[in-house]
T-cell receptor, first 107, second 119 residues
């Protein structure tokens, strides 16, 4: 199985801040990486696929980058509705695996 | 717009089999290139993929759960199901059904249903 790690596990930030979350795969997954946002009590929603492609309807303040084993999710200017937990997921092969999540909370 | 809705018992006794159904509306189980899958999230913890199936019949399961899982599609009802046998308290979680695209991710999710394993 491909193991996924994320850092940090949590980040405290203010509205307007730039937030960066890192994700690392245990082996080369090319650009087969997705990012999700999950709010409490809700299902996750897909933000980004193939490392940098923005899912339809997702605000442009979200961006993704990386390839191989190292990836980044950036929120350019944090908005109140962005406080949530973010997960990366490798889409290279089954079994699908997720990172442990990064919680973005209020500073 | 595609919608998925999980349905299940809510409470399951230890050692019994958990059965969940996902009803799909606004789209067909036969549509390509999608796969249909199940995931879960124990209270306060992260996401765990359980397994996925294509309409072709190809299926993929999490190795540590494979001996206890059956996923099947019923295209006549536009539903797919999960059976998880010999459940324990460790299987208590919110269970989600979802539609995914290979190499892209899980695009559509159900709202989730909490399954508690307890006597």
């Amino acid at each position: 199985d491909i193991q996924m790690t994320q850092s940090p596990s949590s980040v405290s930030a203010s509205v307007g801040d730039r937030v960066t979350i890192s994700c690392r795969a245990s082996q080369d997954i090319s650009r087969w990486l997705a990012w999700y946002q999950q709010k409490p009590g809700k299902a996750p929603t897909l933000l980004i696929y193939t490392a940098s492609s923005l899912q339809t309807g997702v605000p442009s303040r979200f961006s993704g980058s990386g390839s191989g084993t190292d990836f980044t999710l950036t929120i350019s200017s944090l908005q109140p509705e962005d406080f949530a937990t973010y997960y990366c997921q490798q889409a290279h092969s089954f079994p699908v695996t997720f990172g442990p999540g990064t919680k973005v909370d209020v500073k | 717009q595609l919608q998925l809705q999980e349905s299940g018992p809510g409470l399951v006794k230890p050692s019994e089999t958990l059965s969940l159904i996902c009803t799909v509306s606004g789209g067909s189980l036969n549509s390509s290139p999608y796969y249909w899958g199940w995931l879960r999230q124990p209270p306060g913890k992260g996401l765990e993929w359980i397994g996925s199936m294509y309409s072709s019949g190809s299926s993929y399961y999490k190795p540590s759960l494979e001996s206890r899982i059956t996923i099947s599609l019923d295209t006549s009802k536009n539903q797919f199901s999960l059976k998880l046998s010999s459940v324990t308290a460790a299987d208590t979680a919110v269970y989600y059904c979802a539609r995914g695209i290979a190499a892209s991710g899980l695009v559509n999710w159900g709202q989730g249903t909490l399954i508690t394993v307890s006597s």
